[in-house]
């Protein structure tokens, strides 16, 4: 995890330290890193009589009572790390401000507490959480308040044949071997394959004799085990490891159930789809994920 250098923390109206800002502030002291507490005021229209009345306008109040709550929440912090630690109040639209804060000043990790919605399970994300996820141009780790404090299973999903095109496969397996070792935690790796058209190979008009099909899903599952491999070797590891699943079937389902059967605390993957603009939209696996997992996600 010595890759970040410049964390920001979305205090996203949190009054007191939370899991995720205890992780934050470890994160930046141990990589020598600058860490920003950010929090964002919704940008409203500041009603006739608070200026009269205060000589101030409501943003005004609202800023300085912010900026004075993000003070509050990192001083019993600030020992260690005092030079490292900045806060900084933004007006707007909360995502929308994280995502320039970190197109401007150049963040290179995100990170946050789940918030999940309003009298909603605290298994699902809230909006913010979701469009970050989703938009956000560096890595976002969002810590579930439910999960164990420090991990112990993290998941990193990975899908090898994609790196071709971003490398994000080895940047996940990166930071997911750093967090293990530094959480003391399992580490666990999963690829989940399929045969592209299997369904009309096998059913459909262009249908072939089995024999013929099983050749192609072995070449397929071959393929697939040697880019796998390619990608694990960086680590040290191998497909035919323990806690190392080359799984056949759908990558979302394969990825949840793995997920469920380890009791993952942290799952680590990437979000990043293959089509439209590079590093915007996110991938349909990823998709299917976010809503669906207890675990934390970076």
């Known amino acids: 995890m010595k890759r970040f250098k410049n964390i920001l923390f979305f205090a996203d109206g949190s009054t007191h330290a939370t899991w995720a800002l205890e992780r934050a502030i470890l994160l930046a002291r141990t990589n020598g890193a600058r860490l920003t507490v950010l929090d964002v005021i919704s940008d409203s229209q500041t009603p006739d009589a608070i200026p009269r009345r205060f000589r101030s306008d409501l943003y005004t109040i609202l800023r300085d009572r912010l900026q004075q709550q993000l003070d509050e929440l990192v001083a019993g912090f600030r020992e260690d790390v005092e030079e ?5 109040v933004a007006t707007g639209i909360d995502f929308v401000e994280v995502i320039r804060a970190v197109l401007r000043n150049g963040h290179d990790l995100v990170m946050k507490a789940a918030r999940p919605p309003e ?11 979701l469009h970050l996820l989703r ?11 439910s999960v164990t404090h420090p991990y112990r299973n993290i ?4 899908n090898p044949a994609e790196d071709e095109f971003n490398g994000c496969s080895r940047l996940v397996m990166e930071l997911a071997s750093s967090l293990a070792s530094s959480e003391s935690a399992q580490l666990s790796v999963i ?4 045969m592209h058209g299997e369904s009309t190979l096998r059913n459909g008009r262009g249908r072939i004799s089995e024999k013929e099909l099983d050749l192609l899903i072995d070449m397929t599952h071959r393929k697939h085990r040697e880019q796998f491999d390619a990608l694990l070797e960086t680590c040290g590891l191998a497909s035919d490891a323990e806690h190392v699943y080359l799984e056949r079937g759908p990558a979302a389902a394969s990825i949840r159930d793995l997920s469920l059967k380890l009791d993952v605390d942290l799952l680590v993957m990437g979000t990043v789809g293959r089509t439209g603009i590079p590093g915007f939209f996110i991938g349909n696996t990823a998709e299917n994920l976010l809503q669906t997992t207890s675990a934390s996600i970076l």
């Open 84 to 88: 490292l630690i900045y806060t900084r």
């Open 119 to 129: 009298g909603f399970s605290e298994h699902l994300l809230g909006s913010t959480d």
């Open 135 to 145: 938009k956000c141009p560096c890595p976002v780790w969002i810590d579930r308040p």
């Open 155 to 158: 998941l990193a999903a990975v």
């Open 191 to 194: 690829h989940a394959w399929q």
